[in-house]
């Protein structure tokens, strides 16, 4: 780890110490904002995946036998599966055994306040731009807006803060580790029962070899006192990143969560399969936020995450409720469909996404919204934006079971085109075997026309300020579905997702 | 403020200008009339730098700039402003946040401090009242579901909060009514031509109906056929051409020139 590239000292000067290459890799890395590495020592599990690599990465965390035993039956299911290549995505074969898949920070744990963080890991935080509201609850002044933030530093939990006011309301929010061995039966009760330990192909990968990630309870008729939020960073070089999230929202209880990604720049492609599994009982309600910007490869296509996540909502309750919301903008490859699965009666799943491709990047995503329930209700908001060479598929699979009468579903699919060398794809599946079923589909294409960009250059604009405002407004719908900390920067994102994209 | 010299520009290889010359000196509403196709909104095209048009010869030089090397965001930072035949929706985006946006791009590129959310929002409801707008219809997406009049009334807002030095009109009174036609002229007056009369502001106003000029007045009417100014005149000669005809104006024209 010692090619630490601090973009703030102006990698673009001329300094006569600077040999090209460095001079080059500082300027690629300034291409992408954040892209950047600390150096922290890491702690490796071995190259490669066998019985022994999950038992290690068990080991290392101290798990108890009963979930060392779930590791190894998802590490065998896993090695009798084959990768889908069903998606709209191409990518060079993954080789599974030249891939790292645990590292640690070494400096760690266990922190009474942040003052105690690694100054290092503080410093990677400061580097990230966590919103002005958050550095304050983390600074801890007095009065701040409180949002709790868990932090994923690598695979590890660092620093978990609010826990004991969180306690006092009865939610609970840890590393998915640390619930392990907290509050077994808890977790033992719902994991993978949201999405099976044999869903998928990288789902099960990640049932055997997942590094941690986040737990949340919010007991019978709580609502959770805070916004929760959760940042991801890949940190070390070729490590896989499998993040764990499961969140249970009792009766009547409430919860909102906000997960926001980024990741520093590097060469090698890297697989992220993460599983985020939820749970809403009766008269319950979650709200399940994403900004993703994980590094998305350079402009000519090289690098950038592979991104494969499965995540799923389960309404179990009558009249429960489960939102998510996602701005897409980084990975070079996205596979993802965040899905509802309506058992409940009069239950409602919603869907708001911003998905946006430049230059090389492929996002193949939307949702599945399974509905069992008797007036199960829900809402597809999708918005893709496509530039440069990339491709943006939407796919989406409604569902109404034969004895879910009284479903209703709205589905809206919105691509907007930047350019002429992109593609833009809607693949909606619509099954439905009962006849009471209203399901509604409207899908646009659209490109960002030239009579709009000279208006808004006329009115002073730059090109790319005015494709800014357009793509803002064509994404609004979704975006103001987001938690208000994050509607400014997800604006940002967009934006710096799209530099270069005209002209 | 304005000095168009022999310009030729074309538009999808086809010639549109061919050696037009005008000038709009500073406190002037010089009117442009002429039969559809003379090359009216080629002209407002050409200056604003739209996409799509090539100027094949000639010069502008706006407030000592030479204009037409200039982005259209540079244009519009130097101080032009282009009132659209048919203004533009932007799904999505308030009105507010447009201008606001817009204006403050514009201030950065003249080196201005950025206004803040209540300074503009000051500014665009007192602009707006000019016009008879009111907030709410200001915090509604730009264009968007708004009647032919309110698209005009709502570039005429925009001129006020953007406080050009040159505007140039294309047709702001192609589908107005009467009442709405007194509005937005007055809205222009207001504008461009405040109490005291503005030394240093410019109106070029592009039109069909002698109506809009009994509004605003112009100090100067040109004739604009087939892509050049053929007549140049005062106030009398936009009434000539409301009682003749373009075509009288032009053989007349034509035949002084054979």
């Known amino acids: 780890m010692s090619d630490n590239l601090d973009i703030q000292e102006n990698p673009l000067s001329d300094a006569p110490e600077m040999d090209a290459e460095a001079k080059e890799a500082a300027a690629n890395a300034a291409e992408y904002e954040h892209g950047w590495s ?3 020592d890491t702690e490796f599990a071995e190259k490669g995946l066998t019985e022994d690599t999950v038992r290690f990465i068990s080991g290392k965390k101290g798990e108890p036998q009963w979930m060392l035993d779930w590791r190894l039956k998802a590490f065998r299911l896993w090695e009798q599966m084959e990768e889908p290549d069903w998606a709209k995505v191409g990518y060079p074969k993954i080789d599974y055994q030249d891939a790292y898949y645990y590292a640690a920070p070494t400096k760690k744990v266990e922190l009474d306040s942040l003052d105690d963080l690694d100054p290092d890991i503080k410093a990677v935080y400061d580097k990230l731009g966590i919103p002005l509201g958050e550095q304050e609850v983390l600074a801890g002044v007095k009065g701040a807006k409180k949002v709790a933030v868990d932090a994923v530093f690598d695979s590890v939990s660092v620093a978990t803060t609010f826990r004991e006011e969180l306690k006092k309301a009865g939610v609970i929010f840890l590393s998915i580790s640390e619930a392990i061995k907290e509050y077994p039966e808890l977790v033992k009760k719902w994991l993978g029962k949201v999405v ?13 070899v997942f590094s941690d990630g986040t737990f949340v309870y919010v007991p019978e008729g709580v609502r959770c006192p805070m916004e ?26 409430y919860v909102s969560y906000l997960e926001g990604c980024t990741a520093p720049m590097r060469d090698e492609n ?17 709200k399940y936020s994403t900004v993703q910007n994980w590094y998305p490869g350079n402009s000519e296509g090289v690098g950038g995450i592979y991104n494969f996540v499965t995540k799923r909502g389960l309404c179990q309750g009558d009249r429960s409720k489960i939102s998510w919301t996602q701005v897409e903008t980084g990975s070079a490859v996205t596979w993802k469909y965040p899905s509802c699965v309506l058992n409940g009666e009069d239950s409602v799943g919603e869907f708001y996404s911003v998905a946006v491709t430049n230059n090389f990047q492929q996002a193949d995503t939307g949702t599945k919204m399974i509905h069992n329930g008797k007036g199960s209700r829900s809402t597809i908001i999708s918005k893709g934006i496509s530039a440069g060479k990339s491709n943006n598929t939407y796919r989406g699979l409604v569902r109404v079971g034969p004895n879910a ?21 809607t693949v909606p599946y619509i099954e439905v075997k009962n006849p009471g ?4 589909h409207e899908a646009t294409t659209s490109k960002i026309s030239e009579d709009q960009m000279f208006y808004a250059q006329q009115r002073g604009l730059d090109e790319e300020e005015a494709v800014a405002l357009i793509v803002n407004g064509f994404a609004k719908d979704v975006l103001k579905e987001l938690p208000m900390e994050f509607v400014v920067e997800a604006q940002k994102l967009l934006a710096i997702s799209l530099e270069g994209s005209v002209g | ?22 000038e709009i000196r500073s406190g002037e509403v010089h009117a442009i009339m002429g039969p559809n196709g003379a090359g009216k909104s080629t002209l407002a095209n050409v200056l604003g730098g739209k996409p799509g048009y090539e100027v094949t010869g000639g010069s502008v030089e706006f407030l000592g700039e030479d204009l037409l090397e200039l982005d259209p965001h540079e244009r519009a930072a130097a101080g032009l402003f282009l009132g659209f035949q048919y203004p533009v929706e ?26 803040s959310g209540g300074e503009f929002l000051k500014l665009a409801k007192e602009k707006a009242g000019l016009l008879g707008m009111d907030m709410d219809m200001l915090k509604r997406h730009v264009n968007v579901g708004f009647s032919g009049g309110e698209k005009k009334r709502a570039e005429m807002v925009q001129m006020g909060i953007l406080a050009p030095s040159l505007a140039v009109l294309d047709e702001t009174d192609s589908g107005l009514d009467i009442d709405a036609l007194r509005v937005v002229g007055e809205g222009i007056n207001a504008i461009m031509r405040p109490q005291g009369g503005a030394a240093d502001k410019g109106v070029l106003l592009i039109t069909h109906y002698q109506r809009l000029l009994d509004v605003v007045k112009p100090d100067l009417v040109s004739v604009l056929a087939d892509g050049r100014i053929i007549e140049t005149g005062g106030p009398e000669l936009a009434l000539r051409l409301e009682n003749e005809g373009y075509d009288a104006v032009m053989a007349e024209n034509l035949g002084a020139a054979a």
């Open chain 1, 38 to 40: 600390a150096e922290i």
């Open chain 1, 196 to 208: 099976p330990q044999r869903d998928n192909y990288f789902a099960t990968l990640n049932c055997a």
């Open chain 1, 437 to 440: 079923a209203q399901i509604e």
């Open chain 1, 405 to 425: 009468d009284g479903v209703r579903n709205f589905t809206q699919c919105d691509s907007l085109l930047l350019g002429d060398e992109c593609g833009a794809h």
């Open chain 1, 270 to 286: 890297q697989l992220h399969a993460a599983v985020v599994e939820l749970v809403a009982m009766e008269d319950a309600e979650i």
């Open chain 2, 1 to 22: 403020m304005l000095k168009i010299e022999d310009l030729h520009a074309e538009t999808a290889g086809k010639a549109i200008l061919k050696g037009l010359s005008l």
């Open chain 2, 90 to 115: 932007v799904p999505g985006v308030s009105n507010v946040q447009f201008l606001r946006e817009a204006l403050n791009a514009q201030r950065k590129v003249r080196d201005e401090e950025p206004l």
């Open chain 1, 228 to 253: 929760l939020s959760t940042y991801f960073r890949i940190n070390a070089e070729n490590t896989g990143q499998f993040e764990r999230t499961l969140i249970i929202a009792e009766k009547g209880a």
